[in-house]
């Protein structure tokens, strides 16, 4: 039996229409479905047309368009938080090659939430393509920012923006349980965030210092050990210099130089 791609994603939303039951069952009973229906040979066109979904479905975050991509779509107050879950992840330099399977998981997730009008908006980093932005969220792959941006009140004060962020583990986490972060507010088992690089909120926000902080981390990270090594010892070799320009220390240098020779001053110390 062969389904066609389209139509298999289709399915738990025409299901749920039909039978009136919570998606997440739906969603639950789909993948058992789908999980019979495809022998794993089979598997990689899914993986593709996931990512075409997700291609659709995810907006990638950079550093120019995070800001205005999470800013709430309405201005009517009174309406509830709008959702975001951006999922972080990486290649070879910020995941160690090890994000490849979660991504697909999400990719699929990403194909699930498009069939369920409840789902939250979607977004994508990568720190390996951002290393600034993530630095200025201190994010980490592979994780889930659970993020629900509240709308401005009619008194134009702006509520706190509550984030959890769920850690994923690179090797066995499903895109079941991506979709249970929404579907079962499984998100709400990680404390709320209130570090000091919480993008919207956090002390750094406040001072508008998070973006400073982030070119700043991103500019440490892509010093060489080897460079950071040389610096800090011309530095130090600075100090010393200056220390040793004062007549007192440089009397108790020269003497200290000589003292094992036990001969003349080095020819520097003669003038
Ligand atoms: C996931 O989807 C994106 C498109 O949004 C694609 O570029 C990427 O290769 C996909 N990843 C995997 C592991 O399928
Ligand atoms: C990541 O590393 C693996 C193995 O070291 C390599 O095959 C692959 O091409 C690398 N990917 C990128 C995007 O550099
Ligand atoms: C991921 O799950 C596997 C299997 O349960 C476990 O062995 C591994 O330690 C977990 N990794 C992390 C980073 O928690």
């Known amino acids: 039996m062969r389904l066609s791609i389209p139509l298999l994603l289709a399915l738990p939303a025409i299901a749920a229409a039909q039978e009136q039951k919570p998606l997440s069952e739906t969603v639950q009973s789909w993948f058992n479905k789908a999980k019979s229906y495809i022998p794993t040979a089979a598997q990689e066109p899914i993986a593709a047309s996931a990512a075409k979904v997700a291609a659709a479905n995810v907006t990638p975050l950079t550093r120019s368009n995070w800001e205005e991509v999470l800013s709430p779509s309405t201005t009517s107050p009174g309406q509830g938080p709008e959702t975001w879950m951006v999922f972080v992840s990486g290649g070879n330099k910020t995941c160690y090659g090890r994000c490849g399977k979660v991504e697909e998981a999400w990719n699929e997730t990403a194909a699930l939430f498009a069939a369920d009008p409840s789902a939250p908006h979607l977004a994508y980093l990568n720190c390996d393509k951002e290393a600034i932005l993530c630095a200025t ?75 400073p902080a982030g070119y700043a981390i991103f500019a440490f990270s892509q010093i060489p050990s080897w460079a950071f090594m040389i610096g800090i010892s011309m530095f130090s070799r600075n100090i010393m210099n200056r220390r040793m320009g004062s007549p007192d220390a440089q009397r108790a240098a020269a003497a200290q130089r000589s003292a094992p020779l036990g001969g003349a001053p080095p020819a520097n110390e003669r003038r």
């Open 137 to 211: 969220w201190a994010a980490n792959p592979p994780t889930v920012w659970h993020i629900q941006r509240p709308v401005a009140q009619a008194d134009q004060s702006t509520p706190a923006t509550t984030i959890h962020i769920v850690g994923l583990n690179a090797t066995t986490t499903t895109a079941q349980e991506l979709v249970q972060i929404h579907t079962q507010k499984t998100y709400e088992k990680r404390p709320v965030y209130e570090g000091a690089f919480h993008p919207f909120d956090g002390y750094l926000a406040k001072f508008f210092l998070n973006k």
